[in-house]
């Protein structure tokens, strides 16, 4: 997610906050907020399938004390996905139930709230919404979504309401001729979990720490035997060696990525 930046509407009332389904009335202003919060275009057959409910769920947030029309005018919004898990980036971070098949995660595609509105908890509402419908789904194992890597806001939000920063994906946004690291984050739902429990990533961790110092041990007893044999050679310190780091080769295929 990307730290918006929209058309300040003054607030000059205390709001009422309502969440609701996003409906075909509100394609002009979904349309036109996600141009205003996003550095991204999305097609016109993203937003006819939000509005349709064409493989996307979406809620919106609305301020009734806003006069006239404007009380039922989208001030908020996520959209979210439903991708089964087998299909899913994150299937090496489920631990899956071999008489499961159907298993499915949710993917939230965007969320966004007006810069007027912000700090007063309405992100965190539309996410406790994608939350307990994913929880409502038995076959749900996870809510998943990708944060690009500046938006410290987002990544304090998500990591505030429970969700794990479980990779870093390098060069995974394209926008405007340059490219942006992502973190994905995962929260668990109806007994979901990574395949390793914490203890078991402990146990993990400190045997391939003891198998690396044992390594180690032997390489160093291994020199010191040769240098007692032999009078070593004169070689260039390796500190005064250059250093190369791996170049990774970048494609196209993160330029249409989507942006939460």
Not at 20 to 48: A, C, M, N
Not at 77 to 97: C, G, H, N, Q, Y
Request: contains cysteine; positive net charge; aromatic residues 12%.
């Amino acid at each position: 997610m990307l730290h918006p930046s929209m058309v300040n509407i003054k607030v000059h009332r205390r709001p009422v906050i309502v969440y609701r389904p996003i409906q075909p009335s509100d394609l002009e202003i979904l349309e036109r907020t996600h141009g205003e919060l996003f550095p991204i275009r999305y097609e016109s057959e993203f937003f006819q399938n939000v509005v349709d409910e064409q493989d996307i769920v979406s809620w919106g947030a609305v301020d009734r004390s806003r006069p006239n029309e404007q009380s039922d005018e989208l001030i908020g919004f996520v959209t979210v996905r439903i991708i089964p898990a087998k299909d899913s980036e994150v299937e090496d971070l489920l631990s899956f139930e071999a008489s499961r098949t159907d298993q499915t995660l949710v993917y939230i595609l965007t969320l966004g709230v007006i810069d007027s509105y912000r700090n007063l908890g309405i992100a965190s509402s539309l996410i406790h919404e994608v939350i307990k419908y994913a929880s409502s789904l038995s076959s749900c194992r996870a809510v998943y979504l990708h944060v690009i890597s500046y938006n410290n806001p987002a990544i304090h939000l998500y990591k505030k309401m429970s969700f794990q920063c479980v990779r870093r994906l390098y060069n995974f946004y394209y926008i405007n001729g340059q490219y942006y690291d992502s973190y994905l984050f995962v929260y668990y739902v109806n007994g979901g979990r990574s395949p390793c429990s914490p203890l078991e990533l402990v146990t993990l961790f400190v045997t391939y720490a003891r198998s690396g110092f044992k390594l180690m041990v032997a390489k160093l007893w291994k020199n010191k035997e040769r240098m007692i044999s032999k009078w070593p050679k004169y070689k260039e310190p390796s500190y005064l060696l250059p250093t190369v780091q791996t170049k990774r080769i970048i494609t196209n295929e993160g330029s249409r990525r989507q942006f939460v």
